[in-house]
């Protein structure tokens, strides 16, 4: 760890000190003459301490870099910063550029050791995040080397002067489309505020999309390609952690007695016979019409492809797409929240038969933050879009279980009626609608 109050890029391997896992000083440098000052270890070492113990960190970078200052500032009430559709977000790990990047803000404190418990709780409510900014003081980034971190930093900084930039310009950095924000105007401030809802929360089948067209389609199309998909792309990485996620689900299921679940023999068995058991247990999985991580995430790549060679074509009501756009004109972010993998999410509204809607969409959410019909779900959605409360959030499906669910959880939600839906429940208690031209934002 750095001692504190010297020039770092003059600093040796003697001038470092060595701590345990508890905190505790194992080396510490010697003192050099005048004018140098007394050896002291970092203010920031429990902060430090943090990084490593919550998150397996292998290097923490603390910097004071002008951007992760005034990035802060921007909006003094905001407790994270967000930023979307930008290349530089590729850099930052667990990222793409589709994806919405959040970073936690906490507020600054006259000693530095005094933010320890401030940055633990945040590292904790944002177990995605590898950064953590102070408002008006800087930013804590960790990685798993010093490569990994410092590549990192440069990203982070890189991302702010340009969410700086953008406000500069009126422009909205946290949208896709990185347009011009709502007006100020006295009219258009106070539509702003009398918004019934800050962000809308999308589920696909049955109410973005026909259920018939995941059905009919996607799942037919992904289920046929599966040998052809496996045996063409065995090699990749993409597939080969297909696999790997495929191989730890199977074995979970034989455990558990699943139907349909075969051994997958090891890679010493050959390639054909690995796939052959590969291509028996997803047929099973999609026939049972499982909500799985592995099989949603093969799907989407088998998906990509298709919609890569124009063998597939996204479906979605005709009514969609002049609601996301009402709805991003109007400031409202939206969502979409489905048991599809986010690149399965991603394709279906990229290759729209209404043309690319995700220009409207601001994020996506898939079964890694829960099953959809858990309540603690919905949590975890409202805690990562920010929300001052969980009612700011309109969740938007056609399955009863899920309203019941996001609703516990404190949301709004609407009941979508499409043609092929399954039947409600008598008096379920939910608002419906058969069109999204009838919620008003």
């Known amino acids: 760890m750095s001692p504190s ?6 600093m040796v391997e003697e001038d470092m000190y060595v701590l345990s896992s508890t905190g505790d000083i194992l080396f510490s440098p010697l ?6 000052k007394p050896p002291k270890c970092s203010d920031c070492a429990p902060l430090f301490m943090k990084a490593y113990d919550k998150r397996n960190a292998g290097a923490v970078i603390h910097s004071h870099g002008m951007e992760s200052c005034l990035v802060t500032m921007m909006d003094p009430l905001a407790k994270e910063f ?9 850099g930052i790990q667990g990222h793409g550029y589709y994806d919405e990047l959040v970073v936690p803000i906490i507020e600054n404190t006259a000693q530095e050791r005094e933010l320890t418990e401030s940055l633990a709780a945040a590292i904790e409510a944002y177990p995605k995040t590898t950064a953590v900014l102070v408002r008006n003081h ?3 980034v960790w990685g798993d080397s010093w490569i990994s971190a410092k590549t990192q ?3 982070y900084h890189y991302l702010f002067e340009a969410a700086i930039k953008l406000h500069q310009l009126g422009l909205d950095w946290s949208t896709p489309s990185h347009g011009p924000k709502p007006l100020l105007s006295n009219q258009s401030q106070s539509q702003t505020t009398n918004l019934s809802y800050r962000c809308i929360v999308l589920d696909i089948e049955g109410t973005t999309t026909p259920i018939s067209f995941v059905t009919d389609v996607l799942f037919p199309y992904a289920r046929d390609n599966v040998r052809k998909h496996l045996e063409e792309t065995y090699d990749t990485h993409d597939t080969q952690d297909d696999i790997k996620l495929l191989r730890s689900q199977v074995e979970d299921d034989l455990q558990n007695g699943v139907a349909n679940a075969v051994p997958v023999p090891s890679d010493e068995a050959g390639k054909q016979e690995v796939i052959a058991a590969l291509v028996a247990n997803v047929e099973g999985m999609i026939k049972s019409d499982r909500k799985i991580t592995s099989l949603k995430q093969l799907q989407g790549h088998i998906w990509r492809t298709g919609f890569e060679k124009n063998e597939l074509k996204g479906v979605v009501f005709d009514d969609v797409p002049g609601s996301l756009q009402k709805w991003h004109s109007s400031g409202i972010k939206v969502y979409i929240y489905s048991s599809g993998s986010r690149l399965a999410q991603r394709l279906l509204f990229g290759y729209s038969n209404h043309g690319d809607l995700r220009t409207y969409l601001s994020g996506f959410f898939d079964t890694t933050v829960g099953n959809k019909k858990e309540t603690k779900s919905y949590v975890e959605i409202s805690e990562s879009l920010g929300v001052h409360k969980p009612s700011d959030v309109l969740f938007v499906t056609d399955v009863f279980q899920e309203a019941v669910a996001a609703k516990a959880a404190g949301l709004e939600v609407i009941i979508s009626v499409r043609p092929g839906n399954g039947q409600l429940p008598e008096n379920h208690g939910f608002k419906t609608v058969k069109s999204f031209s009838e919620i008003c934002g």
Do not use: D
């Not at 967000?82 to 590729?90: A, L, P, S, V």
């Open 31 to 36: 003192a050099k003459p005048y004018p140098h």
């Open 153 to 155: 930093a440069e990203c």
């Open 138 to 140: 800087g930013i804590y």
């Open 5 to 10: 109050g010297v020039q770092k890029e003059r």
């Open 82 to 90: 967000r930023i979307t559709h930008m290349e530089m977000i590729k």
